[in-house]
């Protein structure tokens, strides 16, 4: 049962069971055959009857889909997660100065710690936030940070997602879940909670509400029902209990937004935001954008209202600028970072270029825009022809690419169809910034389903599982 | 509330009223076309369904001739028919969709759930079953439905707004009902109580479930104008018009707004006029043309409340 090569989250290289996974692999043993199957089969049932599912983009387009969730659950040990959750307070701390830093006095260019155009030909550089001040001078309010576990174990920082970054609600519905399916198996882990997230994010947002606002209106703004994550919209904004808005629902008057309700206009003072930088407001970015809101970069850049993330976070999350956080992390923290950043050969250079050109077959190549796992080459997983379709587009747009090695992501015990197998898993923690930085113990698991796959995103048959961090 | 949310649930509460009403009306034909009756007398009850609900059409368009299965496939299935049974779960689904945040989540789910279901019937199968269980199964999921409403929503404009739309819509095929009955079974020239059948008239009764209701009011035989007193004035009686608008009415003064008055004062003044009527007045001025204007009242609410609440007001305004 063990992969060779493999980091496994349950087992040792001699194939036994990891202090942690001891309890859960006993009542392993003491469940009938069939039950496994039996309860994903439920699982599956309940979460289309709730409508957890997510809208698919391209030829199935209109259509609902379920995201596979898998019934084994993915253990962290309580010290594990201390270290990593440190972690990520601090790369989060740093690239919040980053941002700040970027749109102020830019320091760190000054200094030469990042070239210039790396900032500055960044589709994600706003500048139309130069100089403005922001609330608690806080951009990245939510961060989703990919982690992954490679060679003896190690966690790496695989993205840093600094814009609209989604799951969180699966982190929620895959913990109910399993509680609903296996009852007892709760009794014999310290499983920290992750239910109380809506009310941490909800504080968050109300804390960082624009000066002299003393009792905030929150909303959520979501781009419709269309959205691949509107069920996460609509599922955090009844969470919290705020309103979940769409474009056409607000509107800007005298530098203030407004929502439209059945009773008049009524102000809005923090807009979480499940919508792009380009399509916030016509007048600002994109003029074809329906989904955005007439005058509402006025009224942000005014200070009267405050935009969850900052509008031009992402450019601290770009694939262009990640080989360069653990350098903040020194530069604004004085310390030296805690989460090892994955290797990047960064292709605009031309000695990485002919590095990445000479070992193609072993590495993955990313766009430096890409998201959601497309326009990405899996070296070793490649095909003859993709290996040379990615080759002329290096040399065509090496800018435009990065490189990684491949990284031999921990695999977890996952149910599939021929039994329980190792499979590849990521980690996405939340990572809340107000007055201060919170992480809720636990994250996302996302799991690629298919033998050998190493791409875990719900778009190329990825699932989910839940996530246990023990309490000590 | 949103303005776009309150739409959202109003149109749900309507179509899902709208659902439980078509099944009604169906199942209703349905059970009469089992009585002995002539091959015109037959296609003459299934046309007038199309006649209550203003689809001759479109029915038209789709089906070269009125039968049964015909009618039943296009009420029930039809594409082409937006209040086909089918097409009025989904719009409830897709609006609940739309404002699941603002529902409770039982209320979420049964609006999805019973889109689940609908989705997987098929003609065939609701022949096999015996069509009545279909039209059973849409009354309960109804009656399901407004029960989770009633029994877990919060008591604010939500449930108002769901409340308005259930009643309007409600008032709206409950005039329909009776007129298309009143014509088909009192043709021209004919007097009350004269050639009009027993079984017509319980059938329209238990089409609103009041045969049982009008038992226990009247104590006495059938007659049309006693039907329409029932249908119209009795605000005991669940789903009269006259109860119907005292439900609008008052759920309208509890959502009032700046600009809401005027359509305060004309639902007031409609729940006035059926509360201190009579039948009697009714009939004497001819039932047809009271139902034609009532249709028309109704109507011009419906538009009314769009304008006060459902439609994104402008800042200019």
Known sequence: ?472 | MLSRTADHLYWMARYMERAENIARILDVNHRMSLMPQSQAQAEQAWGATLRIMGLEKAFGQDHAEVSADAVLDFMVFGKNNPASIRNCLHAVRENAHAVRGTLTSELWETANSTWIKMSAYTLEQIHDAGVSDFFEWVKFRSHLSRGVTIGTMLQDEALRFIRIGTFLERADNTLRILDVKYQLLLPAGEVEGGAADYHQWSALLRSVSAFEVYRRVYRDVITPSRVAELMLLRADMPRSLARCMKEVHANLRLVSNDQSAETERRAGLMEAMLRFGRIDAIVREGLHNYVVQALAQIQDLGNRIADDFLLPVSSAR
């Open chain 1, 1 to 472: 049962m063990t992969t060779t090569g493999f980091y496994d989250e349950m087992r040792d290289g001699a194939g036994r069971v990891r202090e942690h996974y001891k309890a859960y692999q006993s009542w392993l043993e003491e469940m009938p055959a069939d039950r496994l199957s039996q309860k994903r089969t439920e699982a599956d049932t309940l979460f289309r009857r709730y409508g957890i599912t997510f809208a698919v983009y391209g030829e199935d387009a209109g259509k609902e889909r379920l995201i596979p969730f898998d019934v084994i659950p993915r253990i962290i040990p309580a010290g594990e997660w201390q270290l990593l959750a440190t972690g990520l307070r601090q790369r989060v701390r740093a690239l919040n100065a980053f941002i700040a830093d970027i749109y102020h006095d830019q320091n760190i260019l000054a200094e030469g710690r990042i070239p210039r155009e790396q900032v500055f030909d960044n589709a994600q550089y706003r500048p139309i936030m130069k100089g403005v001040k922001v609330a608690g001078d806080i951009y990245a309010h939510i961060a989703g940070v990919d982690v992954v576990r490679a060679g003896e174990g190690e966690y790496y920082v695989l993205e840093d997602n600094l814009r609209v970054p989604s799951g969180v609600s699966y982190m929620l519905e895959n913990r109910k879940m399993m509680m609903r399916l296996f009852p007892r198996l709760f009794s014999r882990y310290r499983v920290a909670p992750v239910d109380h997230y809506p009310d941490m994010l909800l504080n968050m947002l109300r804390s960082v509400a624009p000066v002299g606002v003393t009792d905030p209106t929150v909303v959520v703004l979501t781009p419709g029902v269309y959205n691949s994550a509107y069920f996460e919209h609509s599922f955090l904004a009844q969470q919290m209990g705020v309103e979940l808005v769409e474009g056409q629902d607000l509107f800007v008057e005298g530098e203030h937004v407004f929502m439209r309700t059945t009773r008049g206009p009524q102000r809005v003072d923090v807009i979480y935001r499940r919508v792009d930088d380009d399509f916030l407001d016509p007048l600002a970015f994109r003029p074809d954008s329906a989904l955005g809101v007439p005058g509402l970069i006025d009224a942000y850049r005014a200070g009267r209202v405050t935009l969850s993330n900052a509008v031009g976070s992402g450019v601290a999350d770009d694939k262009s600028i990640y080989p360069y956080v653990p350098d903040m992390v020194r530069f604004y923290l004085g310390e030296e970072p805690i989460l090892h950043n994955v290797p990047t050969w960064m292709c605009r250079k031309p000695d990485d270029l002919a590095h990445v050109l000479a070992h193609l077959p072993e590495l993955v190549v990313k766009e430096v825009h890409g998201a959601g796992g497309y326009g990405m080459l899996v070296g070793p997983a490649a095909t003859r022809e993709e290996i040379a379709d990615f080759r002329a587009r290096l040399e065509a747009h090496p800018e435009r690419y990065i490189a990684q090695p491949t990284l031999a992501l921990s695999t977890c015990p996952t149910f599939v169809d021929a039994g329980i197998a190792p499979r590849h898993v990521d980690l996405r923690p939340f990572v809340l910034s107000g007055e201060e930085v919170q992480i809720v113990a636990g994250g996302l698991t996302r799991v690629a389903l298919r033998e050998g796959s190493l791409v875990v995103n719900s778009s190329q048959g990825g699932g989910t599982k839940d996530t246990w961090v023990l309490e000590a």
